[in-house]
């Protein structure tokens, strides 16, 4: 597999929060694992972000990238897809991999031009990936940009 990158102590200690970040000095993070069979995760990675794979790794994500372009291309967050279903040796296929977001509080996912190694994410946005499983087009996160919802409820 490709390298992964592991939240540090310093990160679960003091950088993640689970859930919305409560305000704009941080990097909301939202991961879909809907294709995937599992649940949408929300974390907050405080702070400013230098990249988006920092903002993952920030948020308490674990992440692995492939062996041959290494965090250039996200294969796995927290573990999935499973090295069964995808061996992360190369660019994942175009049927199956992480699709990248990005949106403003309150605003609508937009896919990223950029890969995450390079996006620089401004504090009080939100980073979405959803994984893509068989789909002609990447579905966005399913939960909304916005830190009202969090509130709600």
Do not use: M
């Amino acid at each position: 597999d490709g390298p992964v990158v592991r939240p540090t102590r310093h990160t679960a200690a003091h950088s993640a929060r689970w859930g919305y970040c409560p305000n704009a000095h941080a990097v909301t993070v939202i991961v879909d694992f809907h294709q995937l069979g599992g649940p949408v995760l929300a974390r907050c990675a405080r702070g400013h972000q230098s990249s988006g794979v920092a903002a993952l790794r920030h948020a308490g994500f674990r992440i692995a990238g492939t062996t041959k372009w290494a965090l250039a291309f996200i294969c796995r967050i927290q573990g999935r897809p499973s090295r069964r279903q995808q061996s992360c040796r190369t660019t994942p296929p175009a049927n199956a991999y992480w699709s990248y977001w990005h949106a403003s509080n309150g605003g609508r996912w937009a896919f990223s031009p950029t890969g995450p190694q390079t996006s620089k994410p401004p504090q009080g946005s939100f980073e979405g990936w959803s994984f893509s499983y068989h789909r002609t087009t990447a579905p966005p996160p399913r939960l909304k940009p916005s830190r009202r919802a969090a509130r709600r409820g």
